[in-house]
């Protein structure tokens, strides 16, 4: 992902090995990385066992928000892609117990098949 992109807002997959260290204390005895897509400084992170979404806030990115999502708990998921005027695609996934989607908007071309196809693959069966 080159800085233009970055400054752009538009996401794009990230190293697991860059990230590792920071997720080392927040996966389970056994857990691994398996992707991480970024957009600016948030990220979506899939494990072999759950989706972690974080969002880094405040002007220096010190206060962070993981929200751990097993997948069990994903009833359904959806992306409004970007058009020829938009720029943004839309992330919904909506989660058992839940009325109201989760929401995280992506750049385009931003990764978002990668993401549809690691939900799908991790869907209960």
Known sequence: MGLIDTLLGHAGEKPVEKIAEEFA???APGETLERAFGL?????VFT???MILVDKQGVTGSKVQYLS?????V???SVETAGHFDMDSELRIWLS???APISRTLGRDS???EILA???QHAPR
């Open 75 to 77: 009833v359904m998921f």
């Open 111 to 113: 990764g978002v098949r």
């Open 25 to 27: 204390p927040l996966l």
């Open 40 to 44: 600016v400084r948030d990220l979506i």
């Open 97 to 99: 117990g839940q009325s």
């Open 48 to 50: 072999d066992r759950r």
């Open 69 to 73: 999502i097993p997948y069990r708990s």
């Open 118 to 120: 690691l939900l799908a």
